[in-house]
């Protein structure tokens, strides 16, 4: 087989598996050509701040993983959405695409990754989306303004509710995904969380993809107004996170 057969073959398992996507979710019929257009970009732009590269793993890695938040409903009826290190765009540029409804920031406070993500917006059809080049506790205009954050591969879960809390209006939600479940983290999440004005919920397990293991959706709810002295400046959520100096005991 030659090589631009081969990349035929290529194009059509990757269009197939984004199809596969769309009715799977039930996406808007748009979504599609804008879901291959950011697979596109991935493994065009020598930029592209991501190791899969390859269209067909992304689809599974960056694609199937993002879009599975819509098995939330409070991703599915979102308005204002943040997603928080944002980084090469997932989960938010395919979260964008399927809510043509929201509004979405990508933050994002690395300069290089930020421009990436202007080109991935653009490419996308994103014109919902805006790029925050920022780092997330000093983003001002964004505090109290959002009904959903999401993130991704960013930090333990405690730092990552602390970076999510100050966001939410009461009534949000945070949504971040992770690997295997850690019990002792899950504590220490959870007693940040209370300091926060957050409640978690059972953490979900997903499959996104069907090679996906030990894939689960950490869910937190907003329940009222989060102490005035967060955000804490930058780099103190990770230097000293909440709920580390207490035990997993009763």
């Known amino acids: ?20 996507l769309v009715r799977r979710y039930g996406l808007p019929a748009a979504s599609a050509p804008a879901l291959l257009a950011l697979i596109e ?16 793993a992304a689809v599974d890695a960056h694609l199937a993983d993002s879009l599975v938040a819509l098995e ?23 979260l964008a695409i399927a809510l043509p409804q929201a509004s979405l920031a990508l933050v994002e406070s690395n300069g290089r990754r930020a421009a990436f993500l202007e080109r991935a917006a653009a490419a996308s059809g994103g014109n919902g989306v805006r790029v925050i080049n920022s780092r997330v506790e000093e983003w001002a205009d964004g505090l109290g303004t959002c009904d959903l954050v999401v993130v991704r591969a960013v930090a333990p879960l405690p730092v990552v509710a602390e970076y999510a809390a100050p966001l ?34 059972e953490p979900r397990r997903v499959s996104p993809y069907s090679r996906a293991e030990h894939r689960y959706l950490h869910l937190m709810s907003k329940v009222r107004d989060t102490p005035a002295r967060f955000p804490r400046r930058p780099g103190m959520a990770l230097k000293r996170p909440l709920g580390a100096g207490r035990s997993g005991g009763s």
């Not at 065009?44 to 899969?52: C, K, R, Y």
């Not at 019990?183 to 969380?193: D, G, M, R, S």
């Open 72 to 94: 939330f409903d409070e991703v599915r009826r979102a308005r204002m959405v943040s997603d928080i290190g944002s980084g090469a765009g997932f989960p938010g540029l395919p």
């Open 1 to 20: 087989m030659n090589r631009s057969a081969r990349s035929g073959g290529s194009s059509d398992r990757v269009s197939a598996a984004i199809d596969r």
């Open 41 to 56: 970009l991935l493994a065009g732009d020598e930029h592209a701040p991501t190791a899969v590269r390859d269209p067909i």
């Open 168 to 201: 939410l209006s009461v009534g949000g939600s945070l949504v971040a995904w992770r690997g295997r479940r850690d019990l002792e983290a899950e504590h220490k999440a959870a007693l940040a969380a209370t300091e926060l004005g957050l409640e978690p919920l």
